[in-house]
């Protein structure tokens, strides 16, 4: 069963908010400014891809419980880096816009109030490993540590 199958049929606003992170209205609200962005992105036609609501609702699940890509391709059918794709997308699309932005975040408080509340960011993106791929002899002796004796 896909992610946004899953979440769409549920009644209660409360829970629908505990899974994924935002209200209803907002989730509503992210898909209205991704669907803008997904028309400007394939204007010039192309594969269509994962619908905007599966995306969105891929992201949501990914930033709420922080589960491993892989494990959130293999619940829900895809793979890892479709749901690598589909994150960054929502990410980078939602992040150039000014209603979902938090750069200036302390700055909305007055100075106060800022004393009291504490602000958290961190950043949980997977990286892939970065290992030498080629010309890996000129820097690699071939020589390696024996441990044991040589009995000839």
Avoid: C
């Avoid at 992610?3 to 609200?29: C, D, H, P």
């Avoid at 905007?52 to 059918?77: I, P």
């Amino acid at each position: 069963m896909k992610a946004y199958e899953k979440i769409k049929n549920i009644e209660s606003e409360e829970e629908f908010k505990l899974i994924t992170g935002v209200t209803r209205e907002m989730f509503e609200k992210m898909v209205e400014v991704l669907r803008e962005e997904y028309k400007k992105d394939h204007t010039g036609g192309g594969q269509p891809g994962l619908p905007v609501e599966e995306r969105l609702t891929l992201a949501l699940e990914y930033w709420r419980e922080y589960r491993s890509q892989r494990h959130m391709g293999r619940s829900h059918g895809y793979g890892k880096s479709t749901v690598n794709q589909a994150i960054l997308w929502v990410e980078y699309r939602l992040s150039d816009r000014e209603e979902f932005q938090l750069a200036d975040i302390k700055e909305r408080f007055k100075r106060e109030e800022a004393n009291k509340i504490k602000i958290l960011l961190v950043d949980v993106e997977e990286q892939p490993i970065e290992r030498p791929t080629e010309n890996q002899k000129d820097s690699y002796s071939g020589k390696k540590k024996s441990t044991r004796q040589n009995t000839r």
